[in-house]
């Protein structure tokens, strides 16, 4: 049987075996381990126990956990309404100043908390009735929420582009560089659609019955301006060099933790292990991930199926263009139906080497396959950020929320269009502070 | 039948316990380590393993914990989808899957065990750790996930638990 052939089967093994319904983890590695046994004998299975020990052994992963408990650590805090309260405080008399706050909130607990449904539920428990009550329409509202969650994969720190890192071997810090310019345009665009819809339907831009005083603004200010301070310092220390991604995590996680214990008085032991034990969650399941996935990339380059995969495109002789819609089609459809880091292990292995071979930029590539990741996760079947602001806003159809966030969506694929026309967006930031890749 | 099963529930949240502390010692060394390496301006020896071998560490021993409260990431559509017996038939294929699984990594993580063990591997760094610390956490954590998913094969059989913890409801 031809390695191209092979590959077929285990694609379609895979897809199977995980529709069943089993941790996306186990089934990587059970398909992994069937298909080393029937084409490589009983002798495959002892390097089992080294390559999933040894996929987990390196520091950089460190970062993973590091982030995810500095994200829960302000999810666990008010620190979401105090962010979007600032920003609707400051940009009040700005036309659409209500849409801006919250999708800028958004875009702002996004990088702090580095998760899409934190996020949606941190600004949109919030956010969405205050919408609401000034008389948006409910689809816009809550589409706008879940939009701005996405934001969190891939404005840095951004643990999905970490796992991009890993499973590519790309420089992390780049990565999170590259992603900066691309996630303020994305937000860009959801403010501009929203803004646009509001003006042509008529909603009121301006709120004229609630004014500020300038010491309301600025008593909210120490509340906020620490948590964007961490931000700032970790991209300050990741593109200077200064430290690895996994001490810059480390120092911000507890910093965050301090953080909430100082501003909100969050000290009790029992919501401090609340937040260790879902960071915990999060962090085993991830990693088992990347053991898994190093388990199926090991089965797929030794049966030469990686290898041959690339041949196969290289020798399509067809434009580049062609192989990175295609790419792109492929990514989006396998984001409808798992979550984005599963995507990142299982495909990026493969799809580097083609994309590369292409001539495309693997940093330019990382922003385009995160923004489709981003599309899954506010599309069903599992799109996880519906779900969540259903639960937040149960008067709010799903249906509804899905239309709302329909033409997010588009705005989402008009920035990969705007990212292959100008691949400046995702490189100009990078090549500037970093050097030009290698 | 009952005892066993909560015994094993228990057990499996004290693998929690461990795990969220190992990540909380990594937390606090990576800490350390950064005000060694840039406030004192000196090397560090024992960290950047002692950090990454935690994790690991949480990594199996935390496994067992996040499979008892369904941690572990699926694509839950057809079981959704399904019900009845046809999700109960899912659910027990998915338990007995994942249980055959971690029988498999905890028997090939005690070989690689074993081998550390009696060769007497150590890192190559100057702390010179004993590899059968690190590795120790593979075989013992598979070992409780594969008791995990024998009590939840258990629970769905004699109805103690919904097949992937989806109640009736939203048949």
Redesign the interface.
Known sequence: MSALAIGGIVGIVTLA???????????L??VS?GFLLYFEGTSS??I???T??GS????T??SI??FI?MGAAVASSPAGKDLYAALDRWLHRVPGGLIISNLGACAVFAALSGSSPATCAAIGKMGIPEMRQRGYPAGLATGAIAAGGTLGILIPPSITMIVYGVATETSIGRLFIAGLVPGLMLTALFMAWSLYIAWRKGYSLLDRATTYTLRDRLVILPKVLPFLAIIAGILYVLYGG??TP??A???G??FCILLVAVIYRIRDLHTI?QI??D???????I???I?ASALFSYMLSSLFVTQSVAGWIAGLDVNRWVVMAMINVFLLVAGF???PV?VILMTAPILLPIVEQAGFDPYWFAVVFTINMEIGLITP??GLNLYVINGISPDVSLPTILKGALPFMLCMVLGIVLLCLIPGIATWLPTLLMGPAL | MDSFIDSIRRLSQTCGIVAALLIAAAVVVVCEMVVIRYFLRASTVWQTEFVTYSLIGATFIGSPYVALIRGHVNVELLPVYLGGRARLALGLFCAAAAFGLSVVLAWTGFGLLAEAWVGGWRTDTIWALPLWIPYLALPVGMALMALQYAAEILCLATGRSQPFGLSEDRD
Do not use: C, K
């Not at chain 1, 960071?279 to 399941?285: A, F, G, H, P, T």
């Open positions: 075996l995980l529709a069943t319904g089993i941790p996306v983890a186990f089934g590695a059970l381990i299975l002892s089992l126990a080294e999933f020990f987990l052994n390196d520091f992963l460190v956990p590091m408990l200064l430290a996994s001490e995590a480390g120092v996680a507890l292990s260790l034990r960071s915990m969650r999060e962090s085993v399941m990693l088992m991930i053991g139906f798992l979550p599963a079947p599992v």
